[in-house]
Each structure stands twice: as C-alpha cells, then as structure tokens.
C-alpha cells in the first residue's frame, strides 16, 4: 500500500502518532520543548478547549456526565505530559530540570483542579 491509499494514509497517522508518544516517553524530545510548547502551551490550549466546550455543553443543559467527561478528557494526556518531563527531567538533571518538574507538577494540578 503506498500514501495514495485511504489504508495508507491512516496507517502511517497512526505511526506518526505513536512516534510522537514514544519520542517523548523515551526523553528523545528536548526538556525545554517538552515542557514550554508540548505542555505549556498546548496541553494548556487543549483543556481550556475542553472547559469551554463543557460550559457550552452546560448551558445547553445538557447530561452532567456528559459534561464531565468531556471536561476531563484531556486528564490522561495532562498525566502523560507530566510524567515525560519528569521522566525526561531526570535524565537531564540540574536546577532548571527540577523546576520543569515542580511546573509539571503544579501545571497538573491546576488543570485537574480548573
């Protein structure tokens, strides 16, 4: 199957994908990247994402779980930011890294919290 094909395309989104986890999960991605563009701001622009689809899922009154859930979807991808900087922290070592990592943790809660 080359790109051309439906399969194709989706196959290698989803390799794409996984190379994104993986390179994080395994610190391949630099700690300042990691912590400023892929939590900081995106992580961050996906849950004020969700909060703002809840209030509207709110205000048109609709089911309570429904909202939660979709408040709280992007939680496992928030943990699994946190743990790729601290894993990737530690590698690192150094003050700057254990800030990153006191921010991760902090971040965290603020996004479960909000």
């Known amino acids: 199957m080359d790109d051309s094909h439906p399969a194709g395309r989706v196959?290698?989104?989803l390799a794409g994908l996984a190379g994104f986890f993986r390179s994080r999960w395994q610190g391949q991605v630099p700690l300042e990247r990691l912590f400023w563009r892929d939590m900081a701001f995106v992580g961050t622009a996906i849950n004020i994402a969700s909060?703002?689809?809840?209030?509207?899922?709110l205000g048109l009154k609709l089911p309570l779980w429904l909202v939660l859930t979709v408040h709280f979807a992007p939680v496992p991808y928030n943990l699994f930011l946190t743990f790729a900087v601290w894993r990737t922290a530690e590698t690192?070592?150094?003050g700057k890294a254990s800030l990153m990592m006191l921010g991760s943790a902090l971040w965290l809660i603020a996004t479960v919290v909000a």
């Open 92 to 94: 690192s070592g150094g």
């Open 11 to 13: 196959s290698s989104k």
């Open 51 to 57: 909060s703002v689809l809840a209030l509207i899922l």
